[in-house]
């Protein structure tokens, strides 16, 4: 039987009729999609005052994990910089750093921000825990080298979406367990965060083509755990199943109301509050998953992106030292 679902917005609507959608992943179409999982990001640097530097950093059993550090070129600015730590997105499949770095950069033109992007590795070659370890280890070597980046320790802003944006909440919880590196505040855009995969949403998108579906969703989730049976689950891999989300940084999570992750994505900043947190929930009508991510031109994704920009921008006013 179908779900009712909520209907996309007319402008999206449109706009999705010209792109070629898919209703379930398998092995055979991850290998010809994973090529156009990104794009070149010269094109994105071009025209922008940028210093790009490409470091490795090592997994705890020496796998190199690139990073991308994006740096506002050297001006007389004498105070540090905040930093936003960029995880992509890709179902935990595909993607790579350069992956949706167009929102991040935004935040380098708008703040100054010191950009780093993670290339981490990608199931089903790496699986359980090791996405997630390669995203901290990231963490851990911006800290360490806050000074020589130019950046204050104080702002660093995990930022991530989808596959990322559950990452960057995986990575967050970590930090707070371990107690270290501190982080001013998470930005969990559309973020996949629960591997159960049974909420409403994830039933009314199943089915039939779409951008991210249930079925896709599910397959995304099998290549990264495996065998691994449900109470195996570490919460780092999949946040939702954390019992306590106390004493995280101020978040910010947006979704779409037509969309896969709305639920568990509410239930998230629900949580939050609950255990006494501060957060800040966008569900925009008529998106889909990654809408302002493919159709930025769009009236509802300029006004995501700009609302998601304008509350960074109260974040860092009220921790600065600019």
């Not at 380098?108 to 921000?113: C, I, R, T």
């Amino acid at each position: 039987m179908t779900t009712a679902r909520p209907a996309l917005d007319p402008e999206l609507h449109e706009l999705l009729a010209d792109m070629p959608l898919m209703s379930q992943l398998s092995q055979e179409a991850l290998a010809q999609v994973r090529p156009f999982s990104s794009m070149p990001v010269e094109p994105l640097l071009e025209g922008r005052a940028i210093d790009r530097r490409e470091v490795t950093v090592s997994a705890p059993d020496g796998t190199p994990i690139p990073l991308s550090v994006f740096s506002p070129t050297k001006t007389d600015r004498t105070s540090a910089a905040p930093c936003v730590y960029w995880m992509h997105g890709g179902g935990m499949v595909m993607g790579d750093r350069f992956s949706q770095i167009d929102i991040p950069l935004e935040w380098l033109d708008e703040f100054g921000a010191v950009v780093v992007s993670v290339d981490y590795r990608l199931a089903p070659e790496a699986t359980g825990t090791a996405l997630v370890d390669d995203c901290y280890q990231g963490l851990l070597w911006i800290a360490e080298h806050s000074a020589e980046l130019g950046i204050d320790p104080a702002r660093i802003i995990v930022a991530g979406a989808s596959a990322g944006g559950g990452l960057a909440a995986g990575v967050t919880l970590l930090a707070r367990d371990l107690g270290t590196p501190t982080i001013a505040a998470q930005v969990l855009i559309g973020p996949m965060l629960d591997h159960r995969n049974t909420s409403a949403s994830s039933r009314q998108f199943s089915g039939g083509p779409g951008v991210w579906t249930r079925e896709m969703n599910e397959f995304g989730w099998r290549c990264l755990l495996g065998d691994l049976a449900d109470d195996e689950v570490p919460v780092y891999v999949s946040p939702a199943l954390a019992d306590d989300l106390s004493g995280l940084p101020t978040t910010y999570i947006d979704t779409g109301s037509a969309e896969v992750f709305r639920d568990e994505d509410t239930d998230y900043a629900t949580r939050i509050w609950t255990a006494g947190g501060q957060a800040e929930l966008h569900v925009w009508a008529g998106g889909f998953h990654g809408f302002d991510a493919l159709y930025p031109q769009a009236h509802i994704s300029a006004t995501a992106r700009r609302t998601r920009t304008e509350w960074l921008a109260r974040v860092l006013h009220t921790n600065p030292t600019a």
